[in-house]
């Protein structure tokens, strides 16, 4: 092989990212990683702001990560049987990082549990997240709404102790 059959730096580049074939293939990635990323800070604020263990940016990366796992297989043409694979093992993996924030302990003789609502709250945001993903904005939104209203308001309508003892640091 001689240097003029040797393919360029360019030649190299341009093959390695030939995996976007158009520019609207990857204005789609962008917005669907974006609006995950997005939708992950708001739940995640919204934690954070009430002194809770999972912030903006757990609840970022929860909602991207989700986002993109589900995104790269469609990409690759993976039929829907084996894409319904991957969001089994991303509920499941999430599921331990969910697991990691519930915490129990025995004060006074009694038994507390604490981050329910956080490690659900992440659950939801995995969820959130692949549905931006698989292209389902608006269910992505609804979902987003629904999980502040919950967030909001619950804690208003259950008595205080109840939620005292629930609820997280």
């Known amino acids: 092989m001689n240097a003029a059959d040797a393919p360029t730096?360019?030649?190299v580049l341009a093959a390695e990212f030939s995996d976007v074939p158009d520019i609207?293939?990857?204005?789609?990635?962008?917005?669907?990683l974006l609006l995950a990323l997005a939708l992950g800070c708001v739940?995640?604020?919204?934690r954070e702001s009430h002194g809770k263990a999972a912030g903006v940016r757990t609840?970022?990366?929860?909602?991207?990560?989700?986002?993109l796992f589900v995104m790269l297989p469609q990409q690759m043409g993976v039929e829907p049987a084996d894409l319904s694979r991957v969001v089994q093992g991303l509920v499941a993996g999430v599921g331990?990082?969910?697991a990691g924030t519930i915490l129990k302990s025995e004060a006074r003789g009694a038994e507390h549990i604490r981050g329910l609502t956080t490690a659900a709250g992440l659950w939801m945001t995995a969820?959130?997240?692949?549905a931006c993903g698989m292209g389902r904005e608006v269910t992505a939104l609804i979902a987003t709404l629904l999980a502040l209203v919950v967030f909001a308001l619950v804690p208003h309508l259950l008595p205080a102790e109840r939620t005292e003892s629930r609820d997280e640091p």
């Open 9 to 11: 730096v360019l030649q």
């Open 24 to 32: 609207g293939q990857a204005v789609r990635i962008l917005v669907r």
């Open 43 to 46: 739940l995640g604020y919204e």
């Open 59 to 67: 609840h970022m990366l929860v909602a991207m990560g989700s986002a």
């Open 96 to 98: 331990f990082l969910c």
């Open 127 to 130: 969820a959130i997240g692949m």
